[in-house]
């Protein structure tokens, strides 16, 4: 299926083209008929295609498409777009970190005021870090999670840490 994903993130297959029938899939890839089927429900399910019973799969345009899946999404950064798809999710996150940022501040308590502070500083550790030796950007990531844990619990707001 993921090769599949690739085919229609790339263009191989655009949007309003048929996929290939099941039994074509199947065929192509040494697959059974069955898991051919199960294969284009995947694709289905991730928004990449619309079944029709009697006339089969067709690609759906990108905007469609779940781009929250991690299949789609690591296809999607693979091909040429995909320094715009990090973009668009880096400016997502701007959004939502800038008023995460202003509810904590309003509703923190010394405890999560405490974890912050120890969080940012793990977190600006790790980025001087990785100034000296990229190797070390795992960490850096690893600290920016850690770091925003605690943001998101101060908050109140079980949502965004969902």
Same mark, same amino acid.
């Given at each position: $299926?993921?090769?599949?994903?690739?085919?229609? /993130?790339?263009?191989?297959?655009? +949007?309003?083209?048929?996929? =290939?029938?099941?039994? #074509?899939?199947?065929?192509?890839?040494?697959?059974?008929?069955? /898991?051919?089927?199960?294969?284009?429900?995947?694709?289905?399910?991730?928004?990449?295609?619309?079944?029709?019973? +009697?006339? +089969?799969?067709?690609?759906?345009?990108?905007?469609?498409? #779940?781009?929250?899946?991690?299949? /789609?999404?690591?296809?999607?950064?693979?091909?040429?777009?995909?320094? +715009?798809?990090?973009?668009?999710?880096?400016?997502?996150?701007?959004?939502?970190?800038?008023?995460?940022?202003?509810?904590?501040?309003?509703?923190?308590?010394? #405890?999560?005021?405490?974890?912050?502070?120890?969080?940012?500083?793990? $977190?600006?550790?790790?980025?001087?870090? /990785?100034?000296?030796? =990229?190797?070390?950007?795992?960490?850096?990531?690893?600290?920016?999670?850690?770091?925003?844990?605690?943001?998101?619990?101060?908050?109140?707001?079980?949502?965004?840490?969902?």
């Amino acid at each position: $299926m993921r090769f599949l994903i690739g085919d229609i /993130v790339s263009g191989a297959f655009p +949007g309003g083209s048929a996929l =290939p029938r099941e039994a #074509d899939l199947a065929s192509r890839f040494g697959v059974s008929r069955g /898991v051919a089927r199960e294969s284009v429900r995947g694709l289905e399910e991730r928004g990449l295609v619309t079944v029709k019973h +009697g006339r +089969g799969a067709t690609v759906t345009p990108g905007d469609c498409w #779940d781009v929250f899946d991690p299949d /789609v999404l690591s296809a999607l950064l693979e091909c040429e777009q995909g320094a +715009g798809i990090l973009s668009e999710y880096l400016e997502c996150r701007r959004i939502l970190e800038i008023e995460a940022a202003g509810l904590a501040a309003e509703r923190a308590s010394e #405890d999560d005021l405490a974890s912050l502070s120890n969080a940012f500083a793990r $977190m600006s550790a790790g980025a001087e870090r /990785v100034r000296g030796n =990229p190797a070390a950007e795992d960490l850096y990531h690893e600290a920016d999670v850690a770091f925003h844990r605690p943001l998101i619990s101060a908050t109140g707001n079980r949502a965004l840490g969902t």
